[in-house]
Nanobody, 123 residues
Framework: VQLQASGGGSVEAGGSLRLSCAAS????????VGWFRQPVGKEREFVAA????????VYADSVKGRFTVSRDNARLQIYLQMNKLKSEDTATYYC?????????????????WGQGTQVTVSS
C-alpha cells in the first residue's frame, strides 16, 4: 500500500483546507484510515480516523467540530476537511492505513504511512 497526502498549504487562522490521501491497492479500501499530525519539535498525535466503510469516525478533542474525515473507496481517496483552523493546527499531516476495519488513536495500529503534507496556519 502506498499513500500520498496532499492539499496542505498556508492559511490564515479561521480559514479552511482540505487534505487528500491517495491510496494504491485495495487494502486501503478494506481497512481503517487515520490522520495524524506532527508539529515541529513535538510528537506525532492523532487527529481523526474513519472505518473501512466510512460508517464510524473518531476525532481528537482538539479538532472535534472543526475537522471532518471522509472517504471514497471507489476512488481510493480519504479526505480531511479542516475548518476554523487555528495556529496550533500547524503541523505536518500524515495519513495511515490500519490492518483492521476500524481503528482509533494508537499509531501502532497503523501499518502503512504516507509522506506528510505541511499545514501552516498564521494568526
Amino acid at each position: 500500500v502506498q499513500l500520498q497526502a496532499s492539499g496542505g498549504g498556508s492559511v490564515e487562522a479561521g480559514g479552511s483546507l482540505r487534505l487528500s490521501c491517495a491510496a494504491s491497492g485495495r487494502t486501503a479500501s478494506n481497512n481503517a484510515v487515520g490522520w495524524f499530525r506532527q508539529p515541529v519539535g513535538k510528537e506525532r498525535e492523532f487527529v481523526a480516523a474513519i472505518s473501512w466503510n466510512g460508517g464510524s469516525t473518531v476525532y481528537a478533542d482538539s479538532v472535534k467540530g472543526r475537522f471532518t474525515v471522509s472517504r471514497d473507496n471507489a476512488r481510493l481517496q480519504i479526505y480531511l476537511q479542516m475548518n476554523k483552523l487555528k495556529s496550533e493546527d500547524t503541523a505536518t499531516y500524515y495519513c495511515a492505513v490500519a490492518v483492521r476495519s476500524f481503528s482509533g488513536r494508537n499509531p501502532a495500529d497503523y501499518k502503512y504511512w504516507g509522506q506528510g503534507t505541511q499545514v501552516t496556519v498564521s494568526s
